[in-house]
């Protein structure tokens, strides 16, 4: 008679651990353990006997007194369980020493591993198998109270300013790791946190503003530039802001900047007198200061994911900028026309403005990319998984080595859940030629031109010296480049002519 053989019928590595049906023992009935796992056997609600990983026994072998016993097994995974999210807002901070009143956030993934079976199957009814989303129930509360202690201690009454947050994310996942490593949520119930990480912190941008518009208010020669041109250097701030959190990861990870592997110590001081230049000069060469103290530092291995970066910074520095630029009106001109017979820089100007205008057109109306705010944005989840795609020559577009992997770029946080993990993320420019389906390289090329064509339509004296420099590396004239792009992205259907 073949007997009956007790073994994983789940292969989901959500699930911890995975119960049985009850069965009647007889001398046939056996426990099967695959590579992975350990085996319990359980009657009546104790635990009998433990099947070792790659092990099958009969279940009479551990005494013959539970034939024709009610019996079933648990089938526990050996292996680390899978990511689970963490995430909370609403942390009222009020920091009197910088004048700073604003709410934070943070979010993050967390693991565990089991350290003692007896406990974990205690633990739960047996009713139901153990999933990461049941252990995540009765362990959430506890990873946002020790986050939640640990982020608030942060930027309470110390000197580090809401615009200094990013740069403290790798200090912040140490003490919580730190903290929960000994929390008795996880040890009551066999368990102990193997990793933690922290994706982003948040402010709300109603806070951001309400902090500028302080400082904006000012007396000091310094502020009232700064409110002649807020929309300009708020800009700059976020700029200032993906510089300390990149100076964060060159202190944890060890990426090598120019020959000296120095840190940032150099570039912070140059932003601060580019800064302080602009304030007192409104100095045309602002820009390209900023421009060239990222592009010299930043090694050349990480140059895919930084030019990301900094065509994401772009867009954003270019839209708040207030220069005059002509609207888009109907015209019996095309772009190709104005192009071809330009006899003027305000020529080119009308034709960038046309095409990017019309790409930003066709990429929500024809592609259906999500559009919201005057943004594209993209689901969290979708973006992670772009991220673990975008390769070109086998180098991350959307992710930067680190010394656990590689870790996807952080994009602004347009919307999140309840508890406070990211909904939807802001697009970088080369995301939005991706989803509509262009290769990297050509979504790359798409990102190059996208970032030349926005300078041309918001005239500056910042822009002009940019587009002279990019013209002469690239070797072209500013009409033979503008045609390149146009059939480009008529090929790509990101263009048509109206």
């Known amino acids: 008679m073949k007997g009956i053989v007790l073994e994983p019928t789940i292969a989901d590595e959500k699930v911890l651990v995975q119960f049985t049906a009850e069965i009647s023992v007889d001398k046939h009935v056996s426990v099967k353990a695959p590579k992975g796992y350990q085996a319990v056997v359980i009657v009546d609600e104790k635990a009998i006997a433990r099947v070792s990983s790659g092990a099958e026994k009969k279940i009479i072998e551990y005494g013959k007194q539970w034939l024709n016993k009610k019996a079933r097994v648990a089938f526990v995974r050996s292996q680390v369980s899978s990511d689970m999210a963490w995430g909370f807002g609403n942390i009222r901070v009020n920091n009197e020493r910088l004048q700073e009143a604003y709410t934070v956030g943070a979010n993050g993934k967390y693991s565990v591993e089991i350290t003692e079976v007896g406990k974990l199957l205690n633990g739960f009814s047996g009713e139901e198998n153990v999933t990461t989303d049941i252990i995540r129930e009765k362990t959430i509360a506890t990873v946002k109270n020790i986050g939640t202690a640990v982020l608030a201690k942060y930027f309470a009454n110390t000197d580090t300013s809401i615009f200094e947050i990013s740069a403290h994310t790798a200090e912040i996942r140490k003490e919580m790791i730190a903290a929960l490593k000994n929390e008795t949520a996880f040890n009551t119930l066999g368990l102990k946190l193997h990793d933690l990480t922290v994706d982003g912190v948040h402010i709300p941008e109603e806070d951001l503003e309400l902090i500028k518009s302080r400082i904006n208010g000012g007396s000091s020669k310094a502020a009232q530039v700064h409110n002649d041109n807020s929309d300009f250097d708020d800009a700059i701030l976020k700029i200032t802001e993906k510089l300390n959190s990149l100076e964060e990861s060159v202190k944890k990870y060890g990426e090598t900047l120019g020959d000296n592997k120095s840190d940032f110590t150099a570039i912070k001081q140059e932003i601060e007198e580019a800064l302080a230049e602009r304030f007192a000069e409104n100095s045309a060469d602002f820009q390209e200061k900023i421009e060239s103290v990222i592009t010299e530092k930043v090694s050349e291995e990480a140059a895919l994911w930084k030019d990301t970066l900094l065509a994401g910074l772009d867009e954003r520095l270019q839209n708040a900028e207030k220069s005059e630029r002509p609207q888009v009106y ?100 080369i995301v939005r030629f991706l989803k509509a389906g262009l290769s990297p390289i050509d979504a790359k090329r798409a990102e190059k031109i996208s970032v030349v064509i926005n300078k041309i339509r918001h005239p500056s004296p910042e822009n002009k010296n940019f587009l002279q420099r990019f013209f002469a590396r690239e070797k072209q004239k500013k009409k033979e480049f503008l045609i390149n792009a146009l059939e480009f992205l008529k090929e790509k259907e990101l263009y048509i002519e109206k």
Do not use: W
Not at 382 to 389: G, R, S, V
Not at 401 to 425: A, F, H, M, R
């Open 330 to 429: 109907n015209t019996e001109y095309t772009a190709e026309s104005l192009i071809t017979n330009a006899q003027k820089e305000t020529d080119y100007l009308l034709a960038a403005s046309m095409i990017y205008s019309c790409v930003e057109d066709r990429l929500i109306n024809v592609f259906h990319l999500q559009h919201q705010n005057k943004k594209f944005v993209i689901p969290y989840t979708e973006y992670l998984e772009l991220a673990d795609t975008a390769t070109i020559n086998g180098e991350y577009i959307l992710k930067r080595k680190t010394v656990n992997g590689y870790e996807p770029l952080q994009s602004n946080v347009e919307e999140t859940y309840n508890d406070g993990t990211p909904k939807l993320v802001e697009m970088f420019p």
